[in-house]
């Protein structure tokens, strides 16, 4: 018993060991530069960051890409539609703070678990089931809004006509 752990204690110190070791840099004479493991004349020890790692999921925790896309169409097709009510298409409005509320409907209404999600210039603003989401601080200027129908895990089923609009704010020079 006592044998096997000092084993793996070894092996253990030998693996922090190696993944700490020092590296030098030397530059000679003319300019060229060598790194190495092992103490240089006039060379200097350097720091080094360590390297970045990332931790996959397993094979059988990651969907199939197929399987996906088939859920995905079987869930969208169960609405015929989704769209953003207000504001309309090509409408330009005065907004002091720049807030904007999206009223967003669908045909059949949403499903359990299911959400509708707003985007701004492409980017997602918020996800509400009521149908009003409210966007805080837009600037002025035109943009663009587009909605789906997002699942449980954040997945678009069923995209909507986006719709372009202005917003007129008053100006520190006006």
Not at 112 to 138: A, C, K
Request: aromatic letters at 6%.
């Amino acid at each position: 018993m006592k044998a096997p752990l000092t084993l793996a204690t070894g092996f253990l110190l030998l693996a922090t060991a190696s993944a700490h070791a020092e590296v030098y840099r030397h530059v000679d004479a003319q300019g060229n530069v060598t790194f190495s493991d092992e103490p240089m004349q006039g060379g200097e020890e350097i720091e080094v960051k360590p390297v970045t790692t990332i931790t996959l999921p397993r094979p059988e925790a990651v969907r199939e890409t197929d399987q996906l896309l088939e859920e995905v169409e079987r869930e969208g097709a169960a609405y015929e539609r989704v769209e953003l009510v207000y504001p309309e298409h090509d409408q330009a409005f005065h907004s002091g703070n720049g807030d904007v509320t999206f009223e967003v409907r669908s045909t059949p209404s949403l499903r359990r678990g299911h959400r509708y999600e707003v985007t701004l210039d492409g980017q997602p603003v918020g996800q509400s089931s009521s149908g009003s989401i409210t966007v805080r601080n837009v600037d002025r200027g035109t943009h663009q809004a587009g909605v789906h129908i997002v699942d449980r895990e954040g997945i678009q089923v069923k995209t909507g006509q986006p719709i372009t609009f202005t917003i007129h704010r008053p100006s520190r020079l006006n």
